[in-house]
């Protein structure tokens, strides 16, 4: 297991590297950040020069990729256009999407395993019919739309919460949006549960668990359940960084001012900086959530070995 990890860890390096190039490569062909800068009217050419010499974008594309990534090992993310440190707006941004993705994901696993656990036992039956046609309508329905229903159901017309998240973000203001932002994941993991039980149950060792007489509880949590969440985990692992990079719409909706409109914002702005650093943390997240949900696959499934 030791040498597994010490692989995953050194293939890490040329992925991050080649991701953060493809990133860089794609945010500096959005177009003229100085003229986004300068606003509708264009800047003088001395004007213009003096920023992208203070900003290094008069240097080619690779040395600003090798200075960037120089930089990023000592933890220097670049400033913004407007003078303030991306480190900083890491600092206020980050931890409300991760507050906001750790409900969401909590949403996922308790609700979308609980109820793909009761479809996959009782296939077929009434219970089976109406959360798969119920998760179908989920998915259906855009993000930004579940949101601002709820948002005007629950928040404007009965006042049952905030329509908006205040700039502290506290865990109970961010119950709802963490429902809507995991709504469609929450639907892909009941059905996916739902699937795994269902073939699982017909396998030869839960069979022989039932035939030894263990009781039905320890055969569905003991042996079932834990073979049948190897595909769950791996969509949950993966779906950690498209929750913390894909809350544009939601943030949005709600007024939260985390990473997502940290994204938008610097998409909107063109400022390269600002999305090349939150950029580059997500890619960081994708990996070592990958590398979680591989080693967990050994923990479910003790028949898997990496040695």
């Avoid at 994941?185 to 149950?201: D, G, H, K, P, Q």
């Avoid at 985990?233 to 997502?260: P, Y």
């Avoid at 591989?294 to 499934?301: E, P």
Wanted: some cysteine.
């Amino acid at each position: 297991m030791g040498r597994y990890v010490v692989r995953r860890l050194l293939q890490m390096i040329p992925v991050f590297i080649g991701a953060t190039l493809l990133i860089f490569l794609m945010v500096n062909v959005m177009g003229d950040p100085i003229a986004g800068l300068c606003g509708e009217r264009r800047c003088d050419p001395a004007t213009a020069a003096r920023l992208e010499h203070e900003f290094g974008l008069d240097e080619p594309v690779w040395q600003q990729y090798l200075t960037y990534m120089g930089n990023v090992f000592t933890g220097d993310f670049g400033t913004a256009f407007n003078g303030q440190e991306v480190t900083e707006l890491m600092s206020t941004a980050f931890p409300v999407t991760i507050r906001l993705t750790l409900i969401a994901i909590l949403f996922e696993v308790v609700i979308g395993v609980t109820l793909g656990v009761v479809t996959g036992l009782r296939r077929g039956r009434p219970v089976d019919t109406g959360v798969l046609l119920f998760t179908l309508v989920v998915i259906s329905v855009p993000t930004f739309v579940t949101g601002l229903l709820l948002q005007l159901l629950l928040g404007v017309k009965w006042g049952w919460i905030r329509p908006s998240v205040s700039s502290e973000a506290p865990f109970d203001e961010l119950i709802l949006p963490g429902l809507v932002l995991a709504s469609v994941s929450l639907a892909y993991v009941t059905r996916l549960t739902r699937t795994s039980i269902a073939e699982n149950r017909r396998s030869d060792y839960v069979r022989t668990a039932v035939a030894k007489g263990l009781p039905r509880h320890r055969v569905v949590v003991r042996h079932l359940l834990r073979n049948s969440l190897i595909p769950v985990v791996t969509f949950i692992g993966a779906d950690i960084g498209f929750l913390m990079g894909g809350a544009i719409v939601t943030e949005r909706i709600f007024n939260i001012h985390g990473v997502g409109y940290q994204l938008y914002q610097g998409i909107l702005r063109q400022n390269t900086q600002t999305v090349v650093g939150f950029v580059t943390v997500l890619v960081l997240v994708f990996l070592v959530a990958n590398l979680v949900v591989d080693l967990l696959y050994a923990v479910l499934d003790p028949r898997i070995r990496y040695a």
